[in-house]
């Protein structure tokens, strides 16, 4: 074995690790009971020892108990709980099936809950409204609310924006 804190975990030390790690649920779901992203959810966890980098515990898991995951694929959740790490609960994925899948569970960020929004709901309707009455231009609209005249075109569209009546 080399240096205490250069030599990578095998496999069977994560798949120990994580055990010792997770609640087992009555759904089945294993549970990751330590250090969580709190932006998105996700257990995660240091994956080789000298790494600073946190990995996604489902990832860790995924890799620890099946296999490798291929490069630039997704690791979906058939149960839908960003904190189970039961290799029986994932899946490989794309990132369109992962888009898929966030969409029809209705976890798709829009309109105001996405973090980088400039438009409101109720500023999407003034939009929508001055814009059918007439006498304004999409540009002159943008400028007012601090947005581009292609997103007002958008909007108006309603090629965004498509919840908002």
Same mark, same amino acid.
């Given at each position: 074995?080399?240096?205490?804190?250069?030599?990578?975990?095998?496999?069977?030390?994560?798949?120990?690790?994580?055990?010792?790690?997770?609640?087992?649920?009555?759904?089945?779901?294993?549970?990751?009971?330590?250090?969580?992203?709190?932006?998105?959810?996700?257990?995660?966890?240091?994956?080789?020892?000298?790494?600073?980098?946190?990995?996604?515990?489902?990832?860790?898991?995924?890799?620890?108990?099946?296999?490798?995951?291929?490069?630039?694929?997704?690791?979906?959740?058939?149960?839908?709980?960003?904190?189970?790490?039961?290799?029986?609960?994932?899946?490989?994925?794309?990132?369109?099936?992962?888009?898929?899948?966030?969409?029809?569970?209705?976890?798709?960020?829009? #309109? *105001? !809950?996405?973090?980088? +929004?400039?438009? @409101?709901?109720?500023? =999407?309707?003034?939009?929508?409204?001055?814009?059918?009455?007439?006498?304004?231009?999409?540009?002159?609209? #943008? *400028? !007012?609310?601090?947005? +581009?005249?292609? @997103?007002?075109?958008? =909007?108006?569209?309603?090629?965004?924006?498509?919840?908002?009546?």
């Amino acid at each position: 074995m080399g240096k205490r804190g250069t030599k990578p975990r095998t496999a069977e030390q994560m798949r120990q690790h994580i055990k010792n790690s997770v609640t087992v649920r009555d759904n089945g779901c294993w549970e990751w009971q330590k250090a969580r992203d709190w932006r998105y959810g996700y257990g995660v966890l240091k994956w080789a020892r000298e790494s600073r980098k946190e990995t996604q515990a489902h990832r860790v898991s995924y890799t620890a108990f099946i296999g490798e995951i291929p490069e630039g694929a997704h690791i979906l959740h058939s149960c839908d709980n960003p904190l189970c790490c039961n290799p029986e609960h994932l899946r490989v994925g794309s990132n369109s099936e992962n888009v898929q899948d966030k969409v029809s569970r209705g976890r798709q960020q829009k #309109g *105001e !809950e996405f973090p980088q +929004s400039k438009l @409101t709901e109720d500023a =999407v309707r003034h939009i929508r409204r001055r814009y059918a009455q007439g006498g304004i231009s999409q540009r002159a609209l #943008g *400028e !007012e609310y601090g947005v +581009s005249a292609q @997103t007002v075109s958008n =909007v108006i569209r309603r090629k965004k924006w498509k919840h908002v009546d």
